[in-house]
């Protein structure tokens, strides 16, 4: 879980300080070693934060996959969009399954099945909603205000993607949520006190 508030900081800025304050460094080992027992979260700091998680996910697969296409100057019908939304894609679903992976317990030799079902009912939509923003974002401003002049060397490509994933994180707020009330988040959110509060 500490790697999502530094990946959130990246486009949330001054907003994910407040947010670490308020919700995520009470869940702190330290924090509870003193205060023992954490303030009570407002009922949407849950989904704000298993939102979050999500988001990450696809942070961290859009930096890996932009670099990853514009290193190798991959291209799909003469345009490196398209490359970039596989990658971008793929990555974010890799990075999804790895952060599951190494968060699940042993299940008696089956730890990647049951890491990659947890993901798949867990995350999978909520990743998908954020991607699809994201992306669809990115291809309007690659095509209707840029036209194809974006690089990443480009302090601007880079405002264009931090815009982009504030995007995704409220398109991938409404199926976190649903996810949530059917207890498919249930795990996750259980599981992120626990490793906190066990450290």
Known sequence: MEIVWPATALYFGPAAVLAYRQWGRPQSPRW???HRTPPRRPRHADTTIATLHC????????????LFVFGFSLEILDKRLWPEFIADYVAAVLVGLAFRYFTQA???????????????RGDLLSVSAFEFALLGWLALMEFSVFHGTLQPSSP???LIVQIGLVI????????????IRHGAKAELLDADETEISSS
């Open 168 to 179: 995704g994180f409220f398109a991938a707020w409404p199926p976190t949520l649903w996810l």
């Open 106 to 120: 042993d299940a008696a030799g089956r730890r990647a099945w049951a890491a990659a079902r947890r993901f798949l």
């Open 32 to 34: 509870l070693r003193r």
């Open 55 to 66: 988001a990450t996910h696809c942070v961290i697969g859009a930096i890996v996959g932009t």
């Open 156 to 158: 601007v490509f880079w």
